[in-house]
């Protein structure tokens, strides 16, 4: 079975390590995020591609769910010495080694799939990652400061200002012109099955669908495309989901998500048994709709979910 994920960071990390469990056959490809891509030191910093990496290569820190376990911060130390900031973004000395391996190969002329493949044959992570493109898209966020609207990347916003502030918008910038990486529209295309993990609607699986052709290619694919709530009773089960909602007009609950993302993207949605009072009103929306847990305590109950999502893909094909 060829099963194709739009992938954020750790939720959509957390549920592909179910995934793979649920289905080790299965031929997994990976669509991750690179719109919180961000350029420090000199040095390029992919933190969806990297959480899904070292998340699924038993590198990740597990409790954080970013960054590398048995992280030590001494160059970060030494920077901040030099008065070098910024202070507020937490690169560790591990971590720093795939920033300068990834930047050096840019550098030489590599596109980030070919530099996210080598990276990937260290860590083995079981599915083959594409970034969503090789072009520079940067997710930047509207905020009103002192009266004044102003832009900041994604990162100042959800680890400086931790969502602290209202979005006002949320803007890939470059992604208009961005191309879809090589090999993106072909596992699309040939998917059997593609699922939207309980990923950030706005920032991870929205900026992926911003990127011209990655929209239009899911709504086409024969395959049934089926997303899970990242939406537990009305909040994010993790992150701040709910303030890049906003931005965007949407309620913070399973159902708006749903449609949101609408009949003509996902044949089929799973919700949270809380939230089984929603099914009658997603599938009223022409989306099938099943309640299951939806809380990824640990791999088993994560694998469970993957599974349910499978079977409502297979409801909906038939
Ligand atoms: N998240 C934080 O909350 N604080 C950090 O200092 C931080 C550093 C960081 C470094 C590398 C990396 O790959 C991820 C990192 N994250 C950090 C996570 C990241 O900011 C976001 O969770 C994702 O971009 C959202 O998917």
């Not at 891509?37 to 290569?57: A, E, Q, R, S």
């Not at 949320?170 to 059997?192: M, N, Q, R, W």
């Not at 949270?272 to 022409?286: N, P, Q």
Request: aromatic residues 6%; glycine residues 12%; charged residues 20%.
């Amino acid at each position: 079975m060829r099963i194709v994920v739009l992938a954020g960071g750790i939720g959509g990390a957390r549920f592909l390590r179910g995934l793979r469990r649920a289905v080790p056959d299965a031929e997994i490809t990976v669509v991750g995020n690179t719109g919180d891509d961000i350029h420090l030191f000199g040095l390029k910093v992919c933190p969806d591609l990297d959480t899904v990496m070292y998340t699924l290569g038993g590198g990740i820190h597990e409790e954080q769910g970013w960054g590398r376990e048995g992280e030590t911060f001494a160059v970060k130390e030494e920077l901040a010495a030099y008065g070098v900031g910024p202070e507020w973004f937490g690169l560790g000395d591990r971590d720093f080694a795939t920033h300068i391996v990834r930047t050096q190969m840019l550098g030489a002329g590599y596109p980030l799939s070919a530099v996210t493949e080598a990276l990937c044959a260290r860590w083995k992570p079981g599915v083959r990652l594409l970034p969503m493109t090789d072009d520079r898209v940067e997710t930047h966020v509207a905020i009103d400061v002192d009266g004044e609207r102003r832009a900041v990347h994604f990162q100042e916003y959800w680890v400086k200002l931790r969502a602290s502030v209202d979005a006002l918008a949320v803007v890939p910038v470059g992604a208009e012109a961005a191309k879809p990486a090589p090999g993106v529209l072909d596992a699309i295309a040939g998917a059997d099955v593609i699922l939207f993990p309980p990923s950030n609607p706005v920032v991870s699986v929205g900026t992926i669908l911003a990127v011209p052709g990655i929209r239009e290619a899911v709504a086409a694919a024969p395959a049934p495309v089926v997303g899970l709530s990242p939406l537990v009773g009305g909040a994010p089960v993790r992150g701040m989901a709910d303030k890049v909602l906003a931005a965007v007009g949407v309620e913070s609950t399973a159902q708006a998500v749903a449609r949101h993302y609408g009949a003509d993207l996902i044949d089929g949605w799973l919700v949270d048994t809380v939230d089984a009072d929603a099914v009658a009103a997603v599938e009223e929306a022409g989306i099938a709709c099943r309640a299951v847990p939806l809380m990824m305590t640990d791999e088993d109950a994560t694998a469970a979910m993957a599974r349910a999502a499978l079977a409502l893909a297979e409801e909906v094909r038939a």
